[in-house]
């Protein structure tokens, strides 16, 4: 399911004033590459700092907390823009992947700053 990308600013502007908390999208070497504005109601905005490479589409995770299948990522959404909204609600935590357009699938492939293959770069653990 491709996401249609909301208006930036409007869509910052309005989570901003209910209450979303801003956490850092980060690779694992520290290079910032996003934002994610968390609401208490379950949703989450994902703000990338620049579009997909060409040919390739963000998606976003999720992982069970405290789970049996907490290791298995199961997928929020795909863009290839910049700004996506989420379900996480029932996720331990979030993450980021880069994956080939028209092939994104059920596993992560790639994490912004790392080679394929790696599944890592988990963003922000929910609590409770």
Known sequence: MLVTPPTLQTDVTRWEAQGAVRLP???RTGEIFGTLWVREDGQ???VLNRPAPAGQVYQAWGRQAGD????VPVSLGITGN???QVR?????S???????AGEAGPHPTAWPGQSAGRVAG????ASG
């Open 44 to 46: 989450a905005l994902v």
């Open 25 to 27: 999208l980060s690779t």
């Open 68 to 71: 049996t299948q907490a290791a």
């Open 122 to 125: 988990w963003r922000y653990t």
């Open 82 to 84: 910049t700004v996506m």
């Open 94 to 100: 979030v993450g980021i992947s880069i994956e080939p």
């Open 88 to 92: 996480w609600q029932g996720y331990g």
